[in-house]
């Protein structure tokens, strides 16, 4: 089971044990620009958004989807899904914390199990919970939203439902 961790520092699980990602902050940038945007992004725009140097920045892109694919993918799911033209990550089948916590907004936290909305407000509430690489990356505003990313909204509705429940972190 594959499960990535947004929250905090970005984390890869792979059955329960922590991956080790790539020491390139533009490949784990990259993955979580993959997974916080769902749907295939055309390789130009991803070079033009990681790699802004007059280098090839095409074969830096292809060196760190390849670092990625030996992360998550295995031999039932390929979940970088890449052609010449585009690249893309498939999020069927993998747990991604961002992905639950706005399934539970979405739902409507009313009729969610306390349990599963302290389990994720707990994971949230970790004092760098803003997903610490982000703040330092170039590639800020577009991973985030006019200011605001998704994550920290997910994050806001989540911690205000719990409050009123008794929740202690």
Known sequence: ???????????????????????????????AYLILNPGPHRRERLCEIFWQVPDDPRHSLRWSLSKLRAIVDDDRDERIVADRERAAFDRAGARIDFVEASSLV??????????????MAARIALPSSTIGWRRRSRISACVCSRGSSPFSRTKSRIMASTTGEGVRF
Do not use: C, F
């Not at 594959?2 to 990259?30: F, H, N, Y």
């Open 106 to 119: 979405a739902s409507g936290l009313a009729g969610s199990p306390i349990s599963a909305i302290s389990e």
């Open 1 to 31: 089971m594959l499960e990535i961790r947004l929250s905090g520092e970005l984390t890869v699980l792979r059955d329960g044990k922590v991956a080790a990602l790539p020491q390139s902050r533009k490949t784990r940038a990259l993955l």
